[in-house]
């Protein structure tokens, strides 16, 4: 499985939305939780969200509960992230991301997508 860059980042006001996308290549897409994680300069590459096989489960981050919200679409290989009432200290670059099993940590990430620009101003 290969995982794009997401697409869809930039800089936005705060209270603003943003929707990012991760488009994924391989026939294997549908076996794997897909998700989105996000780091700043110095820190760790923190969770943010995930999705299920199926689409019947998700899960977030406690920053993010409320706000943001993930789809995956696997027909078309796709994963999404819409971003609403977005904060400034959502200021990060988010990188997309597939695993076999569902996971939290970034060290039981399978595969990772090349990160973009999300930048929430004040």
């Known amino acids: 499985l290969r995982c794009s860059s997401g697409v869809g980042g930039g800089l936005v006001q705060a209270g603003g939305s943003l929707r990012l996308s991760c488009q994924a290549s391989?026939?294997?897409?549908?076996?794997?939780?897909m998700g989105w994680f996000r780091q700043t300069p110095g820190k760790e590459r923190e969770f943010v969200a995930a999705?299920?096989?199926?689409?019947?489960?998700?899960y977030f981050a406690d920053s993010v509960r409320g706000r943001f919200t993930i789809s995956r679409n696997n027909a078309k290989n796709t994963v999404s992230l819409q971003m609403n009432n977005l904060k400034p200290q959502d200021t990060a670059v988010y990188y997309c991301?597939?695993?076999?099993?569902?996971?939290?940590?970034?060290?039981?990430?399978?595969?990772w997508g090349k990160g973009t620009q999300v930048t929430v101003s004040s």
């Open positions: 991301a597939a695993a076999l099993k569902a996971t939290r940590r970034s060290d039981g990430i399978d595969y």
């Open positions: 391989g026939r294997a897409f549908g076996s794997y939780y």
């Open positions: 999705i299920s096989w199926s689409g019947g489960s998700s």
